[in-house]
């Protein structure tokens, strides 16, 4: 299985923006479909987006669309979620993980820690 790596949290004000990154050490992401989840303290995870292997497909939870972009680049074998006008409701620790495609169950097995997002005034 791929193993996964985010990176990119912090802390930032209502309204700001941040970009995570899911990148693969040793393997190519070029046949995997990546989905980005996030779960914060006490609830479930939660899909927030997918993109399939080609990029040529993006999908997003309600919640954040029209406010998250999620976007690859198998070059760099890394795969991006740009997520502007943060809310505080955004608040989560941001996962990856690789999937068959966008419509498949995503290996868990592929995701790393995870990385913190805070958004607080």
């Known amino acids: 299985q791929l193993q996964l790596v985010e990176s990119g949290g912090g802390l930032v004000q209502p309204g700001g923006s941040l970009r995570l990154s899911c990148a693969a050490s040793g393997f190519t992401l070029d046949y995997y479909a990546i989905g980005w989840f996030r779960q914060a303290p006490g609830k479930e995870r939660e899909g927030v987006s997918c993109i399939s292997s080609s990029g040529g497909s993006t999908h997003y939870a309600d919640s954040v669309k029209g406010r998250f972009t999620i976007s690859r680049d198998n070059a760099k074998n890394t795969v991006y979620l740009q997520m502007n006008s943060l809310k505080p409701e955004d608040t989560a620790v941001y996962y990856c993980?690789?999937?068959?495609?966008?419509?498949?169950?995503?290996?868990?097995?592929?995701w790393g820690q995870g990385t913190q997002v805070t958004v607080s005034s």
């Open positions: 993980a690789s999937m068959r495609d966008c419509h498949s169950l995503p290996d868990f097995g592929s």
